[in-house]
């Protein structure tokens, strides 16, 4: 209607692209507490994340986030709400197969130590029964998506800077192709370039896989340079969903209006 005023910005959590790689309906995991009463870590979240989307959950130590994360690949199990990926029920999927067709990376990599560099990122092929030739051609294909040299497929962890234990890492998460990736906080231990680094390589090799992401950060710098959008939560609930821009411009709570000047003052960003 012309002349009629605007409407306020929505902060919907669910709204997003029609067809997601994930999605959490009224999601709730409660712990049981000291005294015996249930502690909620995670409080009715809604969320739906696009096939290809790099999605980055934000929030203060004790909001719900790794938790809300290890709910996709049932590493955690929700006491209430539905997960589903790529339109199927999680709990109607075995938890190993489920993880298997899931990358996962942690901070520092999360290798074994065991293990040499060509171990660690063809583990997962081993176990799927692949033949030694495909497991060793897998592994260099994945080392130089990574940036890694192939001299290194023979070194151990203990050999390695962080940021290629990152990449390993990375690239062991990416071995059997999986369309989802969760990340927990995996660029937390790194120094600020070789973090800046990795940033890039990681937006890089989104452009170039396309994975669906789920990234779980403590950093909002972090969470606005590498997110097609971001994720804020606090006390186990989302209270905003959105780009850089709706954060800055069109914050939802005053909890989120402080959450950005507390980083703006930080960072002088």
């Excluded at 870590?41 to 938790?67: F, N, Q, W, Y």
């Excluded at 370039?193 to 909002?220: N, Y």
Aim: proline share 7%; charged share 25%; with cysteine.
């Amino acid at each position: 209607m012309i002349g009629a005023a605007p409407s306020p910005p929505s902060h919907d959590v669910t709204a997003t692209a029609p067809t997601p790689m994930i999605e959490l309906r009224g999601v709730r995991k409660e712990f049981p507490g000291p005294t015996g009463t249930p502690v909620v870590a995670v409080d009715g979240v809604s969320l739906r994340v696009a096939a290809g989307e790099l999605l980055c959950l934000i929030g203060t130590s004790g909001c719900g986030k790794t938790t809300t994360m290890k709910m996709i690949n049932r590493l955690v199990e929700p006491s209430d709400g539905e997960i589903r990926v790529d339109g199927r029920d999680i709990r109607e999927r075995d938890p190993t197969v489920l993880r298997r067709g899931i990358g996962y990376v942690i901070q520092k990599g999360g290798l074994f130590p065991h293990l040499s560099v060509a171990g660690n990122v063809g583990l997962l092929c081993r176990l799927e029964g692949w033949e030694r030739a495909r497991i060793e051609a897998r592994v260099a294909e994945l080392l130089q998506l990574v940036n890694l040299a192939q001299e290194l497929a023979t070194r151990y962890p203990r050999e390695l800077s962080g940021g290629q234990r990152q990449r390993v890492g990375v690239a062991r998460a990416l071995a059997l192709d999986p369309p989802l990736v969760l990340m927990d906080e995996p660029f937390g231990a790194l120094d600020p370039i070789t973090r800046r680094q990795l940033h890039a390589e990681l937006r890089q090799l989104q452009d170039r896989v396309g994975k669906t992401i789920v990234l779980v950060t403590h950093d909002l710098g972090e969470a606005f340079a590498l997110g097609d959008r971001v994720a804020l939560m606090d006390r186990g609930r989302i209270v905003q969903l959105g780009t850089e821009a709706d954060f800055r411009e069109r914050p939802a709570t005053p909890f989120v209006e402080e959450f950005v000047r507390e980083h703006v003052r930080g960072s002088g960003a």
